[in-house]
């Protein structure tokens, strides 16, 4: 307990005192590290973490999804296809928002994480909204919470670990993620409807009429998104490769689509590269500090302490479940999402479920509080993806454009515990057929 | 008293764990409430599985699932347990390294390197091949995509699949997208639980043997400052765990067949002769010798006469094994 | 000292980093193609791990120097303006020493990995100690990336002006 005091405060002051927040995690692991186990243990943490974070390589859909967005750019099929968005849709208030949440949900579809949706999709729709004149914080907002869809609508890595840590069926965990996603990216372009009417100037619409002949002829002008989207998608429905491997496919897509347009200079395809690893290397460095920290979350008992609190309490059913999402909330600040889950779930899914709850559905709230802590300070992996890929925006832009979404996911949330069969209608369809 | 911390990568409800959950029980009964847990870890929630056997050495944690698999450099004489076509019989090759840890110092010397203390090793369940479409020979695997790693990839490379390396927690997505056709190189309790069945036509015993050595190890100056008799406890437990160990594994394979046969999953079993075919194909014998030169690079000790002696030790426990690998026929 | 250092070596390991990204994601592609065909090469996955750890170490530095690290701006502009510069000191030399401190552990990995011949469990007997190699040496540039830039920062804070970076 008072090593987490100090942690706290050591956290604190390294953020205040303009410490990168990588470093500000690291610096306050030592020192609760060595608190907790000892200076060598914790230097033996510090030692082994970095290559243990870099020996994943399924974390290389990052770079090279941040890589295929640049280079989409460059090749300009991003500003076609926002062209034809516009067309389509720029009258709609908040069109070109909602199509972008769209093209999350569908590049969702097909990964299982929400860091990748948002790395694949941003680049790509961020320049595009900001063309468009949208406000900062909206276009930013929605490339860092949209990509969240990722780790609802299956696949879904965050489902996959809920089962694999519960024993609950994968496959059930993934139909039941389903209509949640739906249900969230419906929200999600709701919100941005009623934003866009209520506070125009954030999202301007289009004052040119298209005919509906101009509207659809200019659809062939978007066969570079189409193609991409093609391979990417098709390859992984039809098992030709997997998603790390569809990062790989899709970079080196995008990288000919570059070249086949005569005026992208080599230079300027290794300046995307340089963007890209840049974005990488500051997002890899928070996992190493996050990594050490939740090593000391997880030797400090604070989570665990906490969870066997709660749980042990004969409160009613629903005022226990609303105090363990609550708990969720500060873990998700500073946690990233697997490693809360990891941590928390041994004690709590056993709680949960012998409270009666549905065990499928839990799941889904548990993606759902994953959700929030990838987009809430200090610690919020998409946001930071978001930032690599726009360093001139500032992170509190970033942060407060996501809080608009949070306001959209509590409401979800409240939705999926007030009708819990949205989780559980199409795992118990597929049971009885 | 001493508390624990205990850290494994594999999951709560899994067969390996199920064991260990059943050793602390036993060891805290045998130290009379002496030596206990106070947090446990799973999968990987404290260290990552490649990383578990240093952080229990460094003392991240005080006791700690590992795998020699992920840290073969480390551990070269253990290691040599896992070559392929030794036996199926994974409670008499784990008899033997809990025996030879206790006569062949150079193998207890590998472990203190690590600063860690051997305290079980698990009975491994011989390697099943699991694929989604149905086999009657071996000549059908031929050109299917299966996950395999290691010297499984160049067995199953030289019998003309293709193997993809990937974790297991890899493999129920790629059977649903299809980018595997199956998996080699797994135990016949695991496809149940992680749900592979669901993209299983059928389960195949190649005859490989046990592949993997796995057990529990605890930080060595946290062993170092326990009374004796907690020490000789664990000696004991050490030599009585792999008996124990194989129940819990026949209990896993039996249900797990019993949900493949609920599921029409078919069972194929290679006959003496595939086993023979696939074997000469990789070149056995030229596998040894490579195994054996890669290790003996990496210690002082004399691999080529622990393989000898632990091939002799395993000769001499092998028929008081009371496991056979159960395939309906 | 600093303008070489960044023009020159940081700047470098940034277009090593961007040239192993862009061949990761060739190499992954070979690898399907190739598995497309029946084919499988063996070390593909252990070249990947390999370029997927230049790509990020050899960034480390790059990104420092285009100040590319996040910091929570919106909590150090509540932090009164007088002490920014004497802060600014503070921060880069802790951060000198915490990442002096991980070089030192990480190399520390590398050579023993060298000297027990550790090698990945995959498809061939892959030796791990040039990855960890890698993560050493990147860190080792940022540890200089931090120290050039806390003397830039104690130089300027002497002469009361401004610095960039940082
Ligand atoms: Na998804
Ligand atoms: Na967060």
């Given at each position: 307990?008072?090593?987490?005091?100090?942690?706290?405060?050591?956290?604190?002051?390294?953020?205040?005192?303009?410490?990168?927040?990588?470093?500000?995690?690291?610096?306050?692991?030592?020192?609760?590290?060595?608190?907790?186990?000892?200076?060598?243990?914790?230097?033996?943490?510090?030692?082994?973490?970095?290559?243990?974070?870099?020996?994943?390589?399924?974390?290389?859909?990052?770079?090279?999804?941040?890589?295929?967005?640049?280079?989409?750019?460059?090749?300009?099929?991003?500003?076609?296809?926002?062209?034809?968005?516009?067309?389509?849709?720029?009258?709609?208030?908040?069109?070109?928002?909602?199509?972008?949440?769209?093209?999350?949900?569908?590049?969702?579809?097909?990964?299982?994480?929400?860091?990748?949706?948002?790395?694949?999709?941003?680049?790509?729709?961020?320049?595009?909204?900001?063309?468009?004149?949208?406000?900062?914080?909206?276009?930013?907002?929605?490339?860092?919470?949209?990509?969240?869809?990722?780790?609802?609508?299956?696949?879904?890595?965050?489902?996959?670990?809920?089962?694999?840590?519960?024993?609950?069926?994968?496959?059930?965990?993934?139909?039941?993620?389903?209509?949640?996603?739906?249900?969230?990216?419906?929200?999600?372009?709701?919100?941005?409807?009623?934003?866009?009417?209520?506070?125009?100037?954030?999202?301007?619409?289009?004052?040119?009429?298209?005919?509906?002949?101009?509207?659809?002829?200019?659809?062939?002008?978007?066969?570079?998104?189409?193609?991409?989207?093609?391979?990417?998608?098709?390859?992984?429905?039809?098992?030709?490769?997997?998603?790390?491997?569809?990062?790989?496919?899709?970079?080196?897509?995008?990288?000919?689509?570059?070249?086949?347009?005569?005026?992208?200079?080599?230079?300027?395809?290794?300046?995307?590269?340089?963007?890209?690893?840049?974005?990488?290397?500051?997002?890899?460095?928070?996992?190493?500090?996050?990594?050490?920290?939740?090593?000391?979350?997880?030797?400090?008992?604070?989570?665990?302490?906490?969870?066997?609190?709660?749980?042990?309490?004969?409160?009613?059913?629903?005022?226990?479940?609303?105090?363990?999402?609550?708990?969720?909330?500060?873990?998700?600040?500073?946690?990233?999402?697997?490693?809360?889950?990891?941590?928390?779930?041994?004690?709590?899914?056993?709680?949960?479920?012998?409270?009666?709850?549905?065990?499928?559905?839990?799941?889904?709230?548990?993606?759902?509080?994953?959700?929030?802590?990838?987009?809430?300070?200090?610690?919020?992996?998409?946001?930071?993806?978001?930032?690599?890929?726009?360093?001139?925006?500032?992170?509190?832009?970033?942060?407060?454009?996501?809080?608009?979404?949070?306001?959209?996911?509590?409401?979800?949330?409240?939705?999926?515990?007030?009708?819990?069969?949205?989780?559980?209608?199409?795992?118990?369809?597929?049971?009885?057929? | 008293?001493?508390?624990?911390?205990?850290?494994?990568?594999?999951?709560?409800?899994?067969?390996?764990?199920?064991?260990?959950?059943?050793?602390?029980?036993?060891?805290?009964?045998?130290?009379?409430?002496?030596?206990?847990?106070?947090?446990?870890?799973?999968?990987?929630?404290?260290?990552?599985?490649?990383?578990?056997?240093?952080?229990?050495?460094?003392?991240?944690?005080?006791?700690?699932?590992?795998?020699?698999?992920?840290?073969?450099?480390?551990?070269?004489?253990?290691?040599?347990?896992?070559?392929?076509?030794?036996?199926?019989?994974?409670?008499?090759?784990?008899?033997?390294?809990?025996?030879?840890?206790?006569?062949?110092?150079?193998?207890?010397?590998?472990?203190?390197?690590?600063?860690?203390?051997?305290?079980?090793?698990?009975?491994?369940?011989?390697?099943?091949?699991?694929?989604?479409?149905?086999?009657?020979?071996?000549?059908?695997?031929?050109?299917?995509?299966?996950?395999?790693?290691?010297?499984?990839?160049?067995?199953?490379?030289?019998?003309?699949?293709?193997?993809?390396?990937?974790?297991?927690?890899?493999?129920?997505?790629?059977?649903?997208?299809?980018?595997?056709?199956?998996?080699?190189?797994?135990?016949?309790?695991?496809?149940?639980?992680?749900?592979?069945?669901?993209?299983?036509?059928?389960?195949?015993?190649?005859?490989?043997?046990?592949?993997?050595?796995?057990?529990?190890?605890?930080?060595?100056?946290?062993?170092?400052?326990?009374?004796?008799?907690?020490?000789?406890?664990?000696?004991?437990?050490?030599?009585?765990?792999?008996?124990?160990?194989?129940?819990?594994?026949?209990?896993?394979?039996?249900?797990?067949?019993?949900?493949?046969?609920?599921?029409?999953?078919?069972?194929?079993?290679?006959?003496?002769?595939?086993?023979?075919?696939?074997?000469?194909?990789?070149?056995?014998?030229?596998?040894?010798?490579?195994?054996?030169?890669?290790?003996?690079?990496?210690?002082?000790?004399?691999?080529?006469?622990?393989?000898?002696?632990?091939?002799?030790?395993?000769?001499?426990?092998?028929?008081?094994?009371?496991?056979?690998?159960?395939?309906?026929? | 000292m600093r303008k070489w250092f960044e023009g020159?070596i940081v700047?470098?390991?940034?277009?090593?980093?961007?040239?192993?990204?862009?061949?990761?994601?060739?190499?992954?592609?070979?690898?399907?193609?190739?598995?497309?065909?029946?084919?499988?090469?063996?070390?593909?996955?252990?070249?990947?791990?390999?370029?997927?750890?230049?790509?990020?170490?050899?960034?480390?530095s790059?990104?420092q120097a285009?100040?590319?690290?996040?910091?929570?701006?919106?909590?150090?502009?509540?932090?009164?303006?007088?002490?920014?510069?004497?802060?600014?000191?503070?921060?880069l030399?802790?951060c000198t020493?915490?990442?002096?401190?991980?070089?030192?552990?990480?190399?520390?990995?590398?050579?023993?990995?060298?000297?027990?011949?550790?090698?990945?469990?995959?498809?061939?007997?892959?030796?791990?100690?040039?990855?960890?190699?890698?993560?050493?040496?990147?860190?080792?540039l940022l540890t200089i990336m931090f120290l050039l830039q806390a003397l830039s920062a104690v130089r300027?804070?002497?002469?009361?002006?401004?610095v960039?970076g940082g």
């Amino acid at each position: 307990m008072e090593s987490t005091i100090v942690v706290m405060v050591v956290f604190a002051g390294a953020l205040f005192l303009g410490l990168p927040i990588a470093f500000g995690l690291i610096v306050a692991s030592i020192v609760g590290l060595m608190m907790l186990r000892g200076f060598p243990v914790s230097l033996s943490a510090l030692s082994t973490m970095p290559y243990a974070n870099v020996s994943d390589i399924g974390l290389a859909v990052i770079p090279l999804f941040i890589l295929m967005g640049f280079l989409a750019s460059k090749a300009g099929v991003s500003a076609k296809a926002y062209d034809v968005a516009y067309r389509l849709v720029g009258r709609l208030p908040g069109g070109l928002a909602i199509s972008t949440v769209f093209a999350c949900a569908a590049f969702a579809a097909t990964s299982g994480s929400s860091v990748a949706t948002s790395a694949a999709v941003g680049r790509i729709a961020l320049s595009e909204m900001r063309r468009f004149r949208y406000a900062d914080a909206i276009s930013v907002g929605t490339v860092a919470s949209a990509g969240l869809l990722g780790i609802m609508i299956p696949p879904s890595i965050m489902l996959v670990v809920y089962g694999i840590i519960t024993q609950e069926d994968i496959g059930s965990l993934l139909l039941a993620g389903i209509l949640p996603g739906i249900l969230t990216a419906f929200i999600f372009c709701l919100g941005l409807f009623v934003i866009a009417l209520w506070k125009p100037h954030l999202m301007p619409v289009s004052h040119e009429r298209f005919s509906w002949r101009e509207k659809l002829s200019s659809i062939r002008h978007a066969w570079g998104i189409v193609l991409l989207f093609t391979i990417i998608i098709g390859g992984i429905y039809t098992g030709i490769f997997t998603v790390t491997e569809a990062a790989g496919v899709g970079a080196v897509t995008a990288l000919i689509l570059a070249f086949c347009k005569r005026d992208v200079p080599f230079a300027e395809i290794l300046g995307g590269g340089r963007q890209a690893v840049s974005a990488t290397a500051m997002i890899f460095l928070i996992l190493i500090g996050a990594g050490l920290f939740s090593q000391y979350i997880a030797l400090s008992g604070l989570a665990t302490d906490f969870a066997r609190m709660l749980t042990a309490t004969d409160l009613n059913r629903y005022v226990i479940l609303l105090l363990i999402l609550l708990a969720y909330i500060p873990l998700g600040m500073f946690l990233e999402p697997i490693s809360m889950c990891l941590i928390t779930l041994p004690i709590v899914y056993p709680a949960v479920t012998a409270l009666g709850f549905d065990p499928i559905w839990f799941g889904i709230i548990v993606v759902k509080m994953s959700e929030l802590a990838n987009i809430t300070p200090p610690i919020g992996v998409n946001v930071f993806v978001i930032r690599g890929i726009a360093p001139d925006v500032p992170l509190g832009k970033v942060f407060q454009g996501a809080s608009i979404f949070l306001v959209f996911e509590i409401i979800t949330l409240a939705i999926l515990i007030a009708f819990p069969a949205i989780a559980t209608f199409l795992p118990e369809l597929a049971r009885q057929s | 008293d001493v508390k624990l911390v205990f850290s494994t990568h594999v999951g709560q409800n899994s067969a390996s764990q199920q064991q260990y959950e059943d050793y602390f029980r036993e060891l805290k009964e045998r130290t009379n409430g002496y030596v206990g847990l106070k947090d446990r870890f799973y999968s990987q929630a404290l260290i990552k599985a490649t990383e578990q056997l240093k952080g229990v050495g460094s003392g991240l944690a005080d006791v700690g699932y590992f795998c020699t698999g992920y840290a073969p450099a480390l551990l070269p004489l253990t290691s040599m347990a896992e070559l392929p076509y030794v036996t199926e019989k994974g409670d008499a090759l784990s008899s033997a390294i809990a025996e030879l840890y206790d006569s062949y110092p150079p193998l207890r010397e590998e472990f203190h390197r690590q600063n860690v203390e051997l305290l079980a090793m698990d009975a491994s369940s011989a390697t099943i091949i699991g694929v989604n479409k149905v086999v009657n020979s071996s000549a059908e695997l031929e050109g299917m995509k299966v996950r395999a790693y290691g010297d499984l990839g160049a067995i199953a490379k030289a019998n003309g699949l293709v193997p993809v390396p990937m974790s297991t927690a890899d493999i129920y997505t790629s059977l649903q997208t299809g980018a595997i056709d199956g998996y080699f190189g797994i135990p016949l309790w695991m496809p149940a639980p992680e749900n592979w069945l669901e993209f299983t036509k059928t389960l195949i015993a190649p005859g490989v043997g046990t592949y993997y050595t796995c057990g529990l190890a605890m930080n060595l100056d946290v062993y170092k400052a326990l009374p004796d008799n907690a020490k000789n406890a664990i000696a004991e437990l050490r030599r009585e765990f792999p008996a124990k160990s194989i129940e819990v594994v026949k209990k896993g394979d039996a249900a797990s067949v019993a949900k493949a046969e609920e599921m029409g999953v078919k069972f194929y079993r290679f006959t003496p002769a595939e086993v023979e075919q696939w074997k000469e194909k990789v070149d056995y014998p030229a596998l040894v010798q490579e195994w054996i030169k890669t290790r003996s690079e990496r210690t002082d000790a004399d691999v080529a006469a622990f393989v000898k002696l632990f091939q002799s030790t395993l000769a001499k426990i092998e028929p008081a094994s009371t496991y056979k690998q159960e395939f309906p026929e | 000292m600093r303008k070489w250092f960044e023009g020159t070596i940081v700047r470098g390991s940034g277009t090593l980093g961007a040239l192993a990204l862009i061949l990761l994601g060739l190499v992954v592609t070979f690898e399907v193609v190739l598995r497309a065909f029946g084919f499988a090469i063996v070390g593909g996955v252990e070249i990947s791990a390999i370029l997927l750890a230049v790509l990020v170490f050899a960034g480390l530095s790059f990104t420092q120097a285009t100040d590319g690290h996040v910091t929570m701006e919106a909590v150090v502009n509540l932090t009164p303006p007088a002490y920014r510069r004497a802060s600014q000191v503070l921060s880069l030399l802790i951060c000198t020493g915490t990442s002096g401190l991980m070089t030192w552990g990480t190399a520390t990995q590398a050579i023993r990995s060298y000297t027990t011949k550790e090698f990945q469990f995959g498809t061939t007997h892959f030796p791990l100690w040039p990855t960890k190699a890698v993560v050493a040496i990147g860190l080792g540039l940022l540890t200089i990336m931090f120290l050039l830039q806390a003397l830039s920062a104690v130089r300027a804070w002497r002469s009361r002006t401004d610095v960039e970076g940082g």
